[in-house]
């Protein structure tokens, strides 16, 4: 199996835009060029605003082409979890947010022509054990209560593999190529009006008063306003609010092509999406090129500066580990590659936005879970910079000014989760 430092889904840009010198003026100035960014230029440029980009690397080259491709309304934390610690009409709001986030994304895929292989198919939350299993029933409640597009299905009539008992579907979203909707993403960007300029990090923001003053390694930005959408990087520039994000390094395997036939063998005739209900969630999804893309169970914390790296070989060997146990009908089947990237984590373990200072604001719609809604967060906090109404999904996660518990997300507690998953993996064996 090969660890490679980029994503497996796509090629990098053939070109990429020029670097940052001298100084400059914009109205608004978006620091971090993931779906979150890209998505807050195209708006603020469509709607005639002086916009620049700053990206550290090339546009999407962070997560957001290397993820696995879930466009999901999956917020992070467990709904049976939330469903005791929310009030009912905070909990709706959120579900709402996020189905309105997989909307959001699903109109981009259009609006901008962006052919990444999307299917609009739904997710499965998928139980391996009979515990698992009641904990779906439990969370189908809360979700049906906050009004989420989602319903309880049985293993087999779902067509999932054999061991997977059933779950509870989204009806909502689906998978696509991350990599070639990055692609796409920089692409309505770069001729969108925004000036992009890629190899290009932020050092240092400051709120002026009047304004903001962002410097670059050879160059400044000066501009009314400044949005952070830098995800798990954002702990590196002094003025994010403290503890907003906690890096977390998450990993994905992809096999040989398996042949179609081996998947109905073992049950697998809808080739649904899955993702398990362990603490530290293991995905399965079959990919339009035949193979199997599978990743989580094993987390990595990480401190800013974030390194460019590729998984460790212990965290593949598990996940490929995972993987055969999981689907003992496709144990020859061999593992080709293995990728991944920064993802930060939210002490609140929610999507969060706010404001830094007067004329900074932030986003961090992330957990793991922010593909979509790091894009329609981007494209709320955009709206919201040029004056309109707070809208009602952006109101969902306003943190506004207020500060960040230290997270409670460390190496010791991300160990503690992988162990006590596969302690009950053993449990269900013995059942
Ligand atoms: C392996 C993996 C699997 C995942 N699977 C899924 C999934 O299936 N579904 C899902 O919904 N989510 C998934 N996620 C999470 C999802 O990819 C992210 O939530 C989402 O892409 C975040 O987008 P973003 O724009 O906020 O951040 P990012 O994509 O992280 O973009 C941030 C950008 O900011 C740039 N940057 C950082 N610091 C600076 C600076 N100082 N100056 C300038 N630029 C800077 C970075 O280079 C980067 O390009 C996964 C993530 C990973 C890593």
Redesign the pocket.
Known sequence: MELIHETGWADPPATTEPSLTGEITADVVV???????MSAALRLAGSGTDVVL????TL?????S?????I?NSIAADPEMLGLLLRHERLRDLYRYAENAVHFAEDAIERHSIECEYRQEGIVIAAVSKGQLRHARRNAKVMARAGSSAELVDGRAAGLPQGFLGGVREGVGGTLNPGEFALGLREATITSGARVYEG???LEITDTGGGVLVETPAGKVRARKALL?????SN??SIAPRHLASPVW???VETEPVAPERLDEIGWTSRAPMVTLHMILE?YRVTPRGTIVF?TRRLQTGRNPLPDRTPAQNVANDLVRGFRERFPGLRDIRPARAW????GMSSTWLPVAGEASDNVLYSL??N?????Q?QYVGDLLARHVRGAPMHEDLAAIWHGRRRFWPSFVNQTTLSAAWLADRATDRLAVRA
Do not use: D, M, Q
């Open positions: 620091v971090g060029g993931g779906g979150g960014g700053l990206e550290a690397k999407g080259s962070g997560p957001t290397r993820n696995a491709g879930y999901t290009t990090p932020a959408t830098a995800n798990a990087y590196s520039l998450t990993s994905l995905s990743g991944g990237g920064w993802i719609a992330c793991g879970h922010g593909f979509a790091a």
